[in-house]
């Protein structure tokens, strides 16, 4: 599905709804949005701003975060540094609002050992968490889109611009640097609405 159809999928979830928005074999990728908050939870809970992504396979499931999107990117890239470009371009189309299917057909030719998870696995989980992103963080948020955030953090791991034991705990904690988001950042003062895929990758060779 395409960006803006997934969105529509997470805002119109009913509480104590699920909805499986992709399988891949036997894996299930779930959005959830419970009645009632995890007992860690501090804060006024609101049901209509909480939407969970699961894995199920089988009776199984489990909550990721956005650290496995970025590990697995890490393998992939120390795997095969000559996909580097590809692996950019592919998450920019799935940033800019690509369907994930119609990129991995083009990108499908990428061959990774067989430990590794697929690239459609991350096209889905990443395109998960920016919807995720986009609808329940409800701080102010340094970026529109708000999901900027998980995107610059990809960039910048794809780009092999931070050491991963830095990077990974900085995006727990940290924006991701400005180089990564800025003209896709409507918050900037160098945003630009006709931004293309890559556009990072060329400033920084003109420099």
Request: proline share 7%.
């Amino acid at each position: 599905m395409m960006l803006s159809e997934v969105m529509k999928v997470g805002k119109e979830l009913g509480i104590d709804e699920e909805y499986v928005v992709y399988t891949l074999g036997d894996l299930e990728f779930v959005f959830k949005r419970p009645s009632k908050p995890g007992r860690n939870l501090k804060r006024e809970y609101d049901p209509k701003k909480n939407l969970q992504i699961w894995i199920r396979e089988g009776k199984e499931e489990f909550m990721p975060n956005h650290l496995r999107i970025l590990l697995d990117l890490e393998f992939k890239i120390m795997m095969r540094p000559q996909y580097q470009k590809e692996l950019l371009l592919a998450f920019d189309r799935l940033f800019y609002g690509d369907d994930p299917d119609t990129i991995y057909e083009d990108f499908k030719h990428l061959e990774y050992p067989p430990e590794l998870r697929s690239l459609k696995y991350d096209l889905y989980l990443a395109q998960l968490f920016f919807v995720e992103q986009e609808i329940g963080y409800h701080f102010e948020a340094k970026f529109i889109p708000k999901y900027l955030y998980l995107q610059g953090w990809i960039r910048c791991l794809l780009t092999r611009s931070m050491e991963i034991d830095r990077l990974l705990w900085s995006a727990t904690r940290n924006p991701p640097p400005v180089k990564f988001t800025k003209k896709d950042n409507k918050k900037h003062k160098e945003y630009d609405p006709h931004a293309k895929p890559l556009w990072y990758l060329k400033e920084n060779d003109n420099k």
